[in-house]
Nanobody
Framework: VQLQASGGGLVQAGGSLRLSCAAS????????IVWFRQAPGKAREFVGY????????DYADSVKGRFTISRDNAKNTVYLQTSSLKPEDTAVYYC???????????????WGQGTLVTVSS
């Protein structure tokens, strides 16, 4: 599975962005998608995940209520809708995939290249 993340950019605090993670290649099977982010000088941080069927999703407390993950399996694309963005949301956002169980504690063999979100105050 190859992943391509896009949609990042510069936005003012309080604004919103929709990030996309498009999967290609051998996309058969039920894979879940997780979003991570990494701010400059900081460790990678779990943002949220969504299962293959889209029936289950979870988020880090820092983004809960502001970010929503959805997926369109017909397009092999997962979306991370962000809102009420804060300067501390500034980071490179990565999507990753794995088959089977999904969550922040698992290893992910498939990664997108990352897309930069910059939130100005």
């Amino acid at each position: 599975v190859q992943l391509q993340a896009s949609g990042g950019g510069l936005v003012q605090a309080g604004g919103s962005l929709r990030l996309s993670c498009a999967a290609s290649g051998r996309t058969g099977g039920t894979y879940g998608i997780v979003w991570f982010r990494q701010a400059p000088g900081k460790a990678r941080e779990f943002v949220g995940y969504i299962t293959w069927g889209g029936g289950a999703a979870d988020y880090a407390d820092s983004v809960k209520g502001r970010f929503t993950i959805s997926r369109d399996n017909a397009k092999n694309t997962v979306y991370l809708q962000t809102s009420s963005l804060k300067p501390e949301d500034t980071a490179v956002y990565y999507c990753a995939a794995r088959y089977g169980a999904i969550g922040p504690g698992y290893e992910y063999p498939y990664w997108g290249q990352g897309t930069l979100v910059t939130v100005s105050s």
